[in-house]
Each structure stands twice: as structure tokens, then as C-alpha cells.
RNA sequence: GGCGCCAUGGUGCAACGGUUAGCACAUCACCCUUUCAAGGUGGAAAUACGGGUUCGAUUCCCGUUGGCGCUGCCA
């Protein structure tokens, strides 16, 4: 769990705390509700609440469930069992009420609210039972003196339980603050079901970090103007709680496609190249001569190139494969679309002895170089140009073509062009 | 079933009593063009329903409907 702030670039203030390291604290503060009163020892059968249900399923096939207080909390146990869970005495009258920082003011009546489990009956040979989320988590928050809970909206219903608890340990509860669900195209909440969810699957997907801050933060927040490209340190500093929604939002991919395809275009070169390096080293075609001087310019001009028409870092991987590997093959429907001329391998072979003795290599000459051949033997340039960039990098869809020429270097692009002539004329 | 929360285009957000109901994604068309993107312009598209309150409701109140959540010795 420690790996998704890291890997997000989210920072924590200390940690990571081990509940497992920490259980005589839960198993005192259970203690500590048993004898003030406000808790008491349970010797129910743990499967006692799911046998409950099952019987009391309705004639409509749904689940009928029922507050129950049983009675042990009034010291009749109603089993011998000789390992008892404890379990929170909540009052039979009354209501309880707190702040939230976006829902505003809530009360709930406590006689909806069961008598939750603090500490789980001891198994096998344990001294003392582990705490429950309801106990461990106010301990925590008690312990770690935490004065603002924020926490999904799920988490509603269960607060008059923690607060209950707050003030049976003596605490006064944090200010709470529920933030709206994400739900999944099918509208339930978000979860493995629909595929990505963790903020590590969408890393490895080839989504920026900063891309899916800003695309994250807009689900249920606003600045409160129109505003929506915020860079992460716009975010820190616009948000609020106050422009919390109290509406579940629905998770939109292609929107969040938007945001990486705008964060790849408008970030400055050099914050992308740490991104693009990774990616081409996890796809080993990373080379350390762009680590820096010359080979670093060179990268960082390529990426620039090719960034418009990335919507995903593999991508570079992939389509752009060309352009970081001499190892790249053709693509079908290029070579389909742009390679039909018959007349194709006697241009291209002129095309490529017109290059080769060009005194300059750069923009401009590659252009009039190729416009100048187009216009003798009398083809139309496009024709060449399309061709020339199948040729050169394998794809119909790529970087515009003099560009593409420069950054390649005149060695290659005169090589590939050769080696397109044997493919064009085997075919 | 009980309790709770929510309700503006397909999606995410604006408008916090008075606007021709705004923006973005997606979608459609056109422009640009060296392919494809990007970009530009334009189009279609929403206040769930019914009652109130008010001179005036997207906005406040009630009900209905719908969605979601909680209802575990899960977290």
C-alpha cells in the first residue's frame, strides 16, 4: 500500500505504522471501553449474525437484517463460549451528530446502529482478539492526534460508530470530510471489476502521474470556475473542501486519455525525457548515449517530435519504435495505403541518389530535394512523400516527413529507402 | 427490508433566487494540412417527476421515482 503515494508522487509525513505492531494498544483501548461501561464482553457464535440472515430472508428474497442487541450486553450471555469478542455498547436512545467538512451537519439515530465488534474473539491459541477496521482506525487516529478525516462517502453511515467510540476513549472526534465515490461506467462503485483501479495500474499503463492527479481531482472537485488543466501545485494550492461535491462521479477514461495527451504536449520537453527514458528501458530500447551531451539533445528533440501523436508512453515503444531501433517493420495498412504506385521503386531509388549527394543535410534542402524530383518526373509530391514515410519509419501516421528526415540523420534515411526498394520490388 | 446520501446534456464540472443555463471530454460537420494527430470554427445534446414558498425557481421546502452506500468477529 506504501508503494501507490510513492509511486504517484504523493508525500506522507511519517510511517508506515504496522497494525500488526501495534495490537496491545487496540486490545487496552477495548479494555478501556469494558470498564468504563461502554462496552461489554459478547459470547455470541461469531457466525451468529449470518445464520440470523439466512432465516430471516424475506418473502421478496431479500435479505432481511435487523439491528440485534443480544444479551449479553446486559451480562447474560447467551452461549458458553469461553472466548468472548467485545463488543460496543451503543445506547438504546438518543442521537449522534457530527461535522462534516462536506456534508455538513449529520445525525443519526442510535437506536439504527448495532452493537459493532471492537476486538474479534481470540482464535486458537491468541491471548486476545485482533481489533476490528471501527476500532483499530479510531485508536489510530486518537494515537496520531489526526484532526481532519477525509475518506470516501461509503464511509458515512459507519461515523456515528467511530464517534461513539471517540468519546467512550475519552477523544474528542476529528473534523470528518466524505468525498464523493468514483463510480464505474456501469455506475456501482469502482473496483477490480472494471478493470485499472489502483493508481499503479494506470502508471503501468503508460499514464503520466500528473495527468491522473489533475483527472482525479476533477471527480467531485472543482477550483469553481471552468478551469481544468491544473498542473499538481495549481491543485495544492486551489483546493478546498468547500469545493467538494456530494455527487458520485462516474469514471471516464477517454477523458483521462485527454488529460495524458495534454500533459505529453504541454509539459516542457525536459520533465517528459525522465518518462520517455523510463519506457524506453522498460521496452530495452534504450540506449545510454542519450544520457547526455549530444545523444541527450538529439533525444530530447525526437521526443519533441514525436509527443503530439503519443496518447500513451508505450507508445513510444511501439509506434515510435523507429525512430530509437533499425529494427522496425512495415506497417500493413501503410504499405496498403501508400505504396501502391508501380512507379514507387524507380522514384524512390532516385530519390535516394538526390539525397545522397545533397551538400546539406537539413529541412529545407530534403524538401526542395524531394519537390524537385516530384516536378520532373512529373508525380505529384504527396505521392512521394507518403511513400518516403513508410519508408522511413514504418507508419502512415508519423511526425511530418522533413522533420522526421532531420532527426533520423541522412545515413539512415538513405539505407531505408534502399531497403524499401527490395520490399517494394519482391512484392 | 431498515437507515443514510445523492439527482444540470452520454460523462465530468459551472451557474450558490433573476443568465439566450456556461465550460471541458466524447460525438457530428467544416477549416487547416504532407499522412495522422494537434489546433480553429460551428452543430446536436441537460436542470428526473409532482406539489408548494416567492414577483420570480436549476437554486429553498415536501413527496415520488431513480441511483448509490451502509446494514460482517471485511476494511
Same mark, same amino acid.
Not at 530500447?285 to 547526455?292: K, M, Q, S, V, Y
Not at 519509419?393 to 511526425?399: E, L, N
Given at each position: 500500500m506504501s508503494r501507490i503515494p510513492m509511486r504517484s508522487g504523493i508525500d506522507w509525513d511519517e510511517g508506515p505504522y504496522y497494525q500488526s505492531q501495534r495490537l496491545v494498544l487496540y486490545q487496552e483501548a477495548a479494555q478501556k471501553c469494558l470498564a468504563n461501561g461502554s462496552a461489554f464482553l459478547c459470547f455470541c457464535p461469531a457466525d451468529r449474525y449470518a445464520g440470523g440472515d439466512a432465516a430471516e430472508e424475506g418473502a421478496s428474497g431479500g435479505t432481511v437484517r435487523r439491528v440485534v442487541r443480544c444479551s449479553c450486553r446486559d451480562?447474560? !450471555?447467551?452461549?458458553?463460549?469461553?472466548k468472548p469478542a467485545i463488543r460496543f455498547k451503543v445506547p438504546l436512545s438518543g442521537r449522534t451528530e457530527f461535522q462534516d467538512a462536506v456534508f455538513g451537519r449529520r445525525e443519526f439515530a442510535n437506536e439504527e446502529i448495532e452493537d459493532f465488534v471492537l476486538l474479534r474473539s481470540p482464535r486458537g491459541d491468541e491471548a486476545a482478539g485482533l481489533p476490528t477496521y471501527q476500532l483499530g482506525a479510531v485508536v489510530d487516529d486518537i494515537e496520531m492526534r489526526i484532526t481532519h478525516v477525509i475518506r470516501g462517502a461509503d464511509h458515512l453511515s459507519n461515523t456515528p460508530k467511530q464517534v461513539l467510540l471517540y468519546r467512550a476513549l475519552g477523544a474528542e472526534p476529528p473534523l470528518f470530510a466524505h468525498v464523493p465515490l468514483i463510480l464505474g461506467p456501469d455506475r456501482t462503485?469502482? /473496483?477490480k471489476r472494471h478493470g485499472a483501479t489502483s493508481v499503479i495500474s494506470y502508471r503501468d499503463e503508460g499514464f503520466l502521474p500528473e495527468a491522473l492527479r489533475n483527472f482525479l481531482a476533477l471527480l467531485g472537485w /472543482?477550483?469553481?470556475?471552468?478551469? =481544468?488543466? *491544473?498542473r499538481t501545485r495549481e491543485l495544492v494550492e486551489k483546493f478546498?473542501? &468547500?469545493?467538494?461535491?456530494r455527487t458520485n462521479a462516474v469514471f471516464d477514461r477517454a477523458k483521462l486519455e485527454w488529460f495524458n495527451t495534454q500533459y505529453l504536449q504541454k509539459l516542457p520537453v525536459e520533465e517528459l525525457l525522465p518518462e520517455v527514458e523510463r519506457e524506453l528501458k522498460r521496452s530495452k530500447?534504450? #540506449?545510454? &548515449?542519450?544520457?547526455?551531451g549530444a545523444g541527450r539533445e538529439w533525444f530530447a528533440k525526437t521526443v519533441d517530435l514525436l509527443r !503530439? #501523436?503519443? #496518447? *500513451?508512453?508505450p507508445d513510444f515503444s511501439t509506434w515510435a519504435r523507429a525512430f530509437f531501433s533499425d529494427e522496425f517493420s512495415y506497417d500493413p495498412a501503410a504499405k496498403e495505403k501508400f505504396?501502391?504506385? =508501380?512507379r514507387l521503386p524507380a522514384l524512390l531509388a532516385k530519390l535516394a541518389d538526390a539525397l545522397e549527394a545533397l551538400p546539406e543535410w537539413n529541412h529545407d534542402a530534403c524538401d526542395h530535394a524531394l519537390r524537385a524530383l516530384a516536378e520532373a518526373e512529373a508525380v505529384k509530391a504527396g505521392l512521394l512523400i507518403n511513400a518516403t514515410r513508410v519508408a522511413i519509419?514504418?507508419?502512415?501516421?508519423? !511526425?511530418p516527413l522533413f522533420e522526421t528526415m532531420v532527426v533520423l540523420g541522412r545515413e539512415r534515411v538513405i539505407g531505408r529507402l534502399r531497403r524499401a526498394l527490395s520490399v517494394l520490388t519482391a512484392k
Open positions: 451480562g447474560k !450471555p447467551s452461549s458458553q463460549d469461553t462503485r469502482l /473496483s /472543482s477550483a469553481g470556475g471552468d478551469q =481544468e488543466f *491544473l478546498s473542501l &468547500e469545493g467538494v461535491s530500447l534504450w #540506449r545510454d &548515449e542519450w544520457a547526455n !503530439p #501523436r503519443i #496518447r *500513451l508512453l505504396w501502391k504506385d =508501380e519509419v514504418g507508419q502512415a501516421v508519423a !511526425p
